[in-house]
């Protein structure tokens, strides 16, 4: 059986977005500060099939889980 590690790259491939390094810190910069009660699928700069994309991943605990777990701690 093969095991494929996705990286933060991946995910942001998956959701469209520009997936290199600094992409990547300055969309964590730009929407930093996500409040503790709204849940990551829900932030308003999601589109709605990158929403639906991560609530999915979520509620599946796929693959991508861990990452977009990774990404909302780092969002808060």
């Known amino acids: ?15 469209g977005l520009a997936s290199d390094e600094k992409s ?5 910069q730009l929407h930093s500060g996500l409040e503790q009660k709204i849940h990551i699928e829900q ?3 999601w589109s709605r099939q990158q929403a639906e994309f991560i ?13 977009i777990d990774q990404l909302n701690a780092l969002l808060r």
């Open 55 to 67: 609530e999915s991943a979520l509620v599946e605990d796929a693959e991508w889980a861990e990452l």
């Open 1 to 15: 059986m093969e095991s494929y590690h996705t990286t933060m790259s991946d995910l942001f491939q998956q959701l």
């Open 24 to 28: 990547i810190e300055t969309f964590i």
């Open 43 to 45: 932030a308003p700069f």
